[in-house]
């Protein structure tokens, strides 16, 4: 009679632990939005999820860094992953940039930006009001900027995936209902951010400072520290760039006016259009 009851005891905990299994994966492809966020359910599911960031961290990141941050355990798994360089909804195709240089004073036809499109901090060299923009290069009298993409680790800088390599963005002290300090701040640690990620090997999956500042307002409704966050989310990267392949490019988009630039330094420049992000580092 007892090994009967033991035996029932262990059956309702092996059913618990499936319910409960079936339940988490509902909860999660309930919230999941995209894909990605499809496919990163999947994976927690079948318990190759250990080393994945929370799903609202996940969903800060662009589609080529998700992508980075799947491919492993989906392989593990012989799952595949959606279209990396794919947008999540279709868009309208634009125009290429020709092979004349696009100038502020050009009158190149483009959509106004949104009202929520938070520009890029400014940097009084390079001025990019004097730059030509030739696709993949920049042009600032006698220097130029090439377009940044994903490196092999074999060219990284010895120590760069290590783990004592740390972003180090400057911490938050302010009030956060303060909006010039706001934005005073996380232009200071945009400028961290950037060459990190560079250092890295990553320049084509940067975010864009308008993500980068509403992701610090997500951040910050959650009464969580926005430097950790991003540091733990460098800590993910750095791991798994070490151990996997990634393309140079993910999409074939460009910048298609240099009013979409600002002089990040005297040696970046940086181009968004609110959603892609570009990264021009001087060569010359």
Avoid at 259 to 266: F, K
């Amino acid at each position: 009679m007892k090994n009967k009851i033991l035996s029932l005891t262990r059956t309702s905990v092996l059913l618990a632990a499936a319910a409960f299994s079936a339940h988490s994966l509902a909860d999660c492809q309930a919230l999941a939005r995209t894909d990605m966020e499809r496919l990163y359910c999947e994976i927690q599911d079948k318990g190759e999820g250990a080393s994945l960031p929370k799903l609202e961290d996940f969903r800060r990141n662009d589609r080529q860094i998700q992508a980075l941050l799947l491919k492993r355990p989906a392989a593990k798994l012989g799952l595949s992953l959606p279209g990396a360089g794919k947008s999540q909804k279709p868009r309208k195709a634009e125009s290429t940039v020709g092979t004349t240089p696009a100038t502020a004073t050009n009158n190149i036809s483009r959509s106004e930006p949104k009202a929520d499109v938070q520009q890029a901090p400014r940097s009084s060299a390079p001025a990019t009001n004097d730059c030509l923009l030739y696709k993949d290069q920049i042009t600032c009298g006698s220097h130029q900027f090439h377009l940044a993409t994903n490196k092999q680790n074999k060219f990284l800088k010895q120590g760069a995936l290590a783990e004592d390599n740390k972003l180090n963005l400057p911490s938050f002290q302010g009030d956060p209902a303060n909006e010039p300090a706001v934005k005073d701040y996380l232009s200071q640690a945009y400028r961290v951010y950037i060459p990190k990620m560079l250092e890295i090997g990553l320049g084509d999956a940067t975010m864009s400072f308008t993500k980068f500042y509403y992701s610090f307002k997500d951040i910050q409704k959650q009464n969580l520290s926005f430097s950790d966050r991003f540091e733990t989310m460098y800590g993910f990267l750095k791991r798994d760039k070490s151990a996997m392949a990634i393309q140079p490019r993910y999409s074939k988009e460009l910048p298609s006016d240099i009013n979409q630039c600002n002089g990040l330094s005297d040696a970046i420049i940086v181009c968004d259009n609110g959603a892609t992000n570009w990264v021009y580092v001087r060569q010359s």
